[in-house]
T-cell receptor, first 111, second 116 residues
């Protein structure tokens, strides 16, 4: 079993839809959870980060962490064509700052 | 927000030559930087962890004599691909951890290396 599992998609939604992106993990040592957005041929951009279980909201984005289930989610409300990108979840055990990434989900928002 | 730059953004070199890629944190200090490699439609693969003033730590399977890493200052790390071969062609991305925060890492825009 891989440490981090993420559905690679692709995921295609109409503009304005609510998007749900998910990752599961197996390593209980992971303490910090991040979501990155990567446009084609660009470096990943940090979208959200969180430490504890619960929800964190930033504009149209909500990150959700459930440590008991080892499950994290990113919700995008009122999705826009500019949200079309690959979304990567990443986790950090805290001891050496190395991130473990999911494979990424390719999202396309159609106008 | 925190900005990390990479130079060059794209480089073409001939087989057998060496290429140096620079990674700079522009508005924060980074005691730790990371170098990744990414193939098309794949996730990032960590190559090495670069700590300022000390030797880099390489991931298993990464040749340290081929991928030379130097982290000479709190804002600059370099990756040199020595004796490059076509199979080294890839997208190389660095990230930097803000020394003033707990775990936030910021990525550079990446460098596309093509070895002919």
């Amino acid at each position: 079993q891989k440490e981090v599992e993420q559905d690679p998609g692709p995921l295609s939604v109409p503009e304005g839809a609510i998007v749900s992106l998910n990752c599961t993990y197996s390593n209980s040592a992971f303490q910090y959870f991040m979501w990155y957005r990567q446009y084609s041929r660009k470096g990943p951009e940090l979208l959200m980060y969180t430490y504890s279980s619960g929800n964190k909201e930033d504009g149209r984005f909500t990150a959700q962490v459930d440590k008991s289930s080892k499950y994290i989610s990113l919700f995008i409300r009122d999705s826009q064509p500019s949200d079309s990108a690959t979304y990567l979840c990443a986790m950090d055990g805290g001891s050496n700052y190395k991130l473990t990434f999911g494979k990424g989900t390719l999202l396309t928002v159609n106008p | 927000g925190a900005v990390v730059s990479q130079h060059p953004s794209w480089v073409i070199c001939k087989s057998g030559t060496s290429v140096k890629i620079e990674c700079r944190s522009l508005d924060f200090q980074a005691t730790t930087m990371f170098w990744y490699r990414q193939f098309p439609k794949q996730s990032l693969m960590l190559m090495a962890t670069s700590n300022e003033g000390s030797k880099a730590t390489y991931e298993q399977g990464v040749e340290k004599d081929k991928f030379l890493i130097n982290h000479a200052s709190l804002t600059l790390s370099t990756l040199t691909v020595t004796s490059a071969h076509p199979e080294d062609s890839s997208f190389y991305i660095c990230s930097a951890r803000d020394s003033g925060t707990v775990y936030e890492q910021y990525f550079g825009p990446g460098t596309r290396l093509t070895v002919t």
